[in-house]
């Protein structure tokens, strides 16, 4: 069950998020030229630096790296999705503040848990632009709970539906929680908390700006 848009016909042009969608495209363009571990090692985030208060820079380069195709694309999709309705809402100023605070809050809140892992896990590279376009989704629903999201689904052939945003985002933050608890007794690879952390700033910026107007 993946989203490919919403039904809401923005006033603008989203620059901005197909500036941020185009920023991680060349980046993993980059990747593949300069050597993907090489870039991972030199911008990727480690949890171990915030104790070592060093390299707190990657708490932001990180948000721009990605392992995969895979990867990137799941997470262009989504702020494809969510982004351009989200930046139609917010000035462009607090659209950018919005994803890169959701980026560090998703790091800050994954470093937390992770100190309740094995102390192997401290120095395992976080990647991804996914905290950040958590936070996204997490201002959409606040500033559009009503709209609907076309969504295409799997069962035995394609079904495209039009689910309100506040179920599929429901099911969405169930499923990253799920993850994340999963993760504490037995490491999965992937940082649901930065997922978590990111989705909570983002719904707590929307908030203000809902509260605040532009």
């Not at 480690?46 to 995969?68: C, D, K, M, N, V």
């Amino acid at each position: 069950m993946f989203p490919i848009g919403d039904e809401i016909r923005g006033r603008t042009t989203p620059i901005l998020t197909y500036f941020l969608a185009l920023s991680n495209v060349l980046v993993f363009a980059y990747s593949l030229t300069r050597g993907m571990s090489v870039l991972i090692d030199l911008y990727g985030y480690r949890p171990i630096y915030l104790a070592q208060l060093a390299r707190l820079e990657t708490l932001f380069t990180s948000l721009f790296l990605h392992g995969g195709i895979e990867h990137l694309v799941g997470n262009l999709l989504f702020l494809y999705v969510f982004g351009r309705s989200v930046e139609n809402e917010v000035a462009p100023l607090r659209f950018i503040v919005l994803y890169l605070a959701s980026g560090l809050a998703g790091n800050l809140l994954h470093t937390a848990f992770v100190y309740l892992l094995p102390e192997a896990e401290l120095v395992k590279p976080v990647i991804g632009a996914s905290g950040a376009i958590s936070g996204i989704i997490g201002a959409y629903i606040v500033l559009r709970p009503y709209a609907r999201i076309k969504t295409v689904v799997v069962y035995y052939y394609l079904l495209i539906l039009r689910i309100p945003a506040r179920f599929y985002v429901l099911i969405w933050f169930i499923y990253q929680l799920a993850i994340g608890v999963i993760s504490l007794g037995f490491p999965l690879g992937v940082a649901a908390w930065a997922h978590v952390g990111g989705f909570a700033a983002g719904a707590a910026i929307g908030s203000l700006t809902r509260r605040g107007g532009k």
